[in-house]
């Protein structure tokens, strides 16, 4: 197992520090397992020769790795807080204990209870008793320190007597030293849980972004070795060449032109934009003649800011974007970004960051695309509108993947031209 580990450490140096701080072990065994997976082999060497050799199943180790990362940083942050709070409770509890004695007092005298005397009468009989045997060593005849017995009583006559001063006349100085300890523990404990969880945070982050790194990279060297279709889609999008022009044409396709079904709760509705959606845009109320007569040029627009640029469709490989930006504008932003991790194998948390964008570019175009929309349908079937809306959602489907897929063949045969 500690080969794999080193292999994996080699690829992201960040896990080490989480490997050691890992008392239970669980991190390197389920990095030696994902090593072991992504190359097929239990062999270091063999595994090393792989990923030195096929650097898509090297940006593919780089981005679960990044995952494991992350997880783990989570996890151990999480731990932290949760030590880091059990003692801010037991810190605060103690403290609240020193002011009970005296609150219960104050009751007991608000409700005129004859128990609350009880605590003056034991202090003033413990007073007395520390004044007589204080009087009785000054004028004792006999060496009283010779009798073990007499030497425990006092012992426990003169903590009494102290407790008593710190009850009615407050904390000494040495309780109020002892206060102010505790009061600096408290302030130094939030201070470092603050510490523990930005570092936590940056640790998990730093992984991300060097395994994104190195897994873009890793694409775009597959993509110069060899111009398959595959090696094309990973490759990275200037915006110049990015497919949001092309991919319009098929949402203008797919969403058709002015209605206002008194049935749709979106009201007026063109080029599937809402009067809600078109009033969010221009900043004022708007009426049904302004959706009717908005132009393409400004629904353009309008797909770009609330639907393309969040998603990073710019960014994601061709085809897999056309895919993105139709179920968001159907369905929703998280819930097609959802989707779309969960086919590539990363964490569903419905936002397109590094590892999102490394595992898409990593992954086969076509196969992604094919599956993405297995999944859609699989969504669609799930919904109460199936029996009515269904056919329709199933050739809108079909119809963008086929969209999608000649987009990938598309960039195949340029490459190779």
Not at 2 to 8: Q, T
Not at 128 to 138: A, K, P
Not at 180 to 204: D, M, N, P, R
Not at 341 to 352: E, F, K, N, P, R
């Amino acid at each position: 197992m500690l080969p794999l580990v080193a292999i994996a450490t080699s690829i992201l140096p960040d896990l080490i520090k989480l490997i050691a701080g890992d008392k239970a072990g669980t991190i390197a065994s389920e990095v030696a397992n994902t090593v072991q997976k992504v190359t097929g082999t239990t062999d270091p060497a063999a595994a090393k020769q792989k990923l030195d050799t096929d650097p898509a199943v090297a940006a593919s180790l780089q981005v679960q790795l990044a995952q494991i990362a992350l997880s783990a940083s989570k996890a151990q942050n999480d731990a932290l807080n949760q030590q880091r709070q059990a003692e801010l409770d037991d810190l605060k509890q103690r403290l609240g204990d020193v002011q009970s004695a005296r609150t219960s007092l104050l009751d007991l005298a608000r409700d005129q209870s004859p128990i609350v005397w009880i605590p003056p009468a034991v202090s003033f009989l413990v007073m007395i008793g520390f004044y007589v045997l204080l009087w009785m060593l000054i004028h004792a005849t006999d060496d009283l320190s010779k009798n073990q017995l007499i030497n425990i009583c006092i012992g426990a006559l003169v903590a009494a007597f102290s407790t008593v001063v710190n009850f009615w006349l407050g904390s000494s100085k040495g309780s109020q030293d002892k206060e102010k300890v505790q009061a600096a523990q408290t302030s130094e404990i939030l201070k470092q849980q603050a510490q523990q969880t930005s570092a936590a945070q940056s640790t998990a982050s730093a992984a991300i972004e060097k395994a994104a790194t190195a897994s873009v990279a890793a694409a775009t060297a597959s993509a110069s070795r060899a111009p398959s279709a595959s090696a094309a889609a990973a490759a990275p999008k200037t915006d110049a060449s990015t497919n949001f022009s092309q991919c319009m044409d098929v949402i203008f396709r797919e969403e058709g032109g002015y209605t206002d079904d008194p049935q749709d709760p979106g009201g007026p509705t063109n080029f599937g934009i809402t009067i809600a959606d078109l009033k969010e845009w221009r900043g004022h109320d708007v009426t049904p003649d302004d959706v009717r007569t908005m132009t393409k040029v400004e629904a353009q627009e309008i797909y770009r800011s609330k639907y393309w640029n969040p998603m990073q469709c710019g960014d994601l490989p061709n085809g897999i974007d056309l895919e993105l930006f139709d179920f968001g504008v159907n369905a929703g932003i998280r819930t097609a970004v959802k989707m779309l991790q969960l086919v590539i194998g990363v964490t569903a948390d419905g936002s397109v960051g590094p590892v999102t964008l490394s595992a898409a570019k990593a992954g086969n175009p076509r196969t992604l695309i094919e599956s993405f929309s297995q999944h859609r349908l699989d969504y669609y079937r799930a919904l109460p509108g199936w029996p009515h809306f269904g056919a329709g959602w199933t050739n809108r489907t079909n119809s963008v993947e086929q969209a999608a897929l000649n987009m990938v063949g598309q960039t195949a045969l340029a490459l190779v031209a």
